[in-house]
């Protein structure tokens, strides 16, 4: 029989992962809102350090979400 409901365990890991994308995502704002209008080659850096961090954030979360039972259909438009 299949379990309608993850793991607490698996739950727990999800929530985790959620919780360090968002605080990702917020890192990112924060440097958005304290970029010079003239960004020198420093801040591109520190932005591309920052996207990296977010989207292994994003991935690890989507990677919980799998591995808690949680799987979405595309939501790519066609």
């Not at 309608?4 to 992962?17: M, V």
């Not at 994308?21 to 020198?40: C, K, N, W």
Request: net charge negative.
């Amino acid at each position: 029989m299949t379990d309608l409901y993850p793991a607490a365990d698996q739950r727990e890991l999800l929530r985790q992962a959620a919780a360090a994308h968002t605080a990702a995502s917020a890192d990112v704002e924060t440097f958005l809102r304290r970029l010079p209008e003239v960004p020198d080659p420093a801040d591109i850096t520190e932005y591309a350090t920052l996207l990296s961090r977010e989207e292994r954030a994003r991935a690890d979360r989507q990677a919980a979400a799998d591995a808690a039972g949680i799987h979405l259909p595309s939501m790519e438009s066609e």
